[in-house]
């Protein structure tokens, strides 16, 4: 089975700070892992996934995560923060050796930006 | 076509009523599944079709709930009698079934049961 964890349901900063989304997963074989972002009133939009090959994964926008094995971590992060980052964002873990693409979410994080 | 299409965007149906809610995904696309996503949470798996085989249902929360996909196309989930408990955001995603894992969502179908 399968399950992720985001550490904090909200998350503020200020404009041009980096942002730090947490996520730890918990997979019985090696797993393949997402970061979505949600839009008020919109479906899940892929900023980039794991899928074994570089664990420094780098996605839209200039989001990046870096999977931590050790650390069963996923955490999504940026440098610097724009308003239009303000969003949900969803961490999710997949077991490709199924032949399925099922995604197993967190509850997800809300970041707000302030100016 | 070009994304996901879910219909209707929203719906409000009164206690006991039955509702359908459709999903177009990508042309082409094997894999569609169903999430329910209620206020402040994260999307919740209800069922998965691999073309027009329903390969697992065991996210549906109650014999109210049915999906459908006879032609391996266009999906329909169902729900009979409604509760107040099914008000949610329903999305569709779906994918190529080919196991690289990303799932294209749909804007979601946004049903209040009053």
């Known amino acids: 089975a399968q399950s992720v964890t985001q550490l904090g349901s909200h998350v503020s900063v200020s404009e041009g700070a980096l942002v730090l989304l947490r996520c730890n997963y918990s997979?019985?074989?090696?797993?393949?892992l997402f970061w979505y972002v949600q839009y008020p009133n919109q479906g899940l939009q892929l900023l980039l996934k794991?899928?074994?090959?570089?664990?420094l994964v780098k996605g839209i926008n200039g989001f990046e995560a870096e999977f931590k094995k050790s650390e069963t971590s996923f955490h999504l992060t940026k440098p610097s923060a724009h308003m239009s980052d303000a969003a949900e964002y969803f961490c999710?873990?997949?077991?490709?050796?199924?032949?399925?693409?099922?995604?197993?979410f967190g509850k997800g994080t809300k970041l707000t930006v302030n100016p | 076509g070009a994304g996901v299409s879910q219909s209707p965007r929203y719906k409000v149906a009164k206690r006991g009523q039955d509702v359908a809610l459709r999903c177009d995904p990508i042309s082409g696309h094997v894999s569609l599944f169903w999430y329910q996503q209620a206020l402040g949470q994260g999307p919740e798996f209800l069922t998965y079709?691999?073309?027009?085989?329903?390969?697992?249902k065991s996210g549906l929360p109650s014999d109210r709930f049915f999906a459908e996909r006879p032609e391996g196309s266009v999906s329909t989930l169902k729900i009979q009698r409604t509760q107040q408990e099914d008000s949610a955001v329903y999305l569709c995603?779906?994918?190529?079934?080919?196991?690289?894992?990303?799932?294209?969502f749909g804007e979601g179908s946004r049903l209040t049961v009053l």
């Open positions: 079709f691999q073309n027009e085989a329903q390969l697992d």
């Open positions: 794991y899928t074994s090959a570089a664990t």
């Open positions: 999710a873990v997949s077991a490709p050796q199924g032949g399925s693409e099922k995604l197993v």
């Open positions: 995603a779906s994918g190529s079934g080919r196991g690289a894992g990303e799932l294209f």
């Open positions: 997979s019985s074989v090696p797993p393949y």
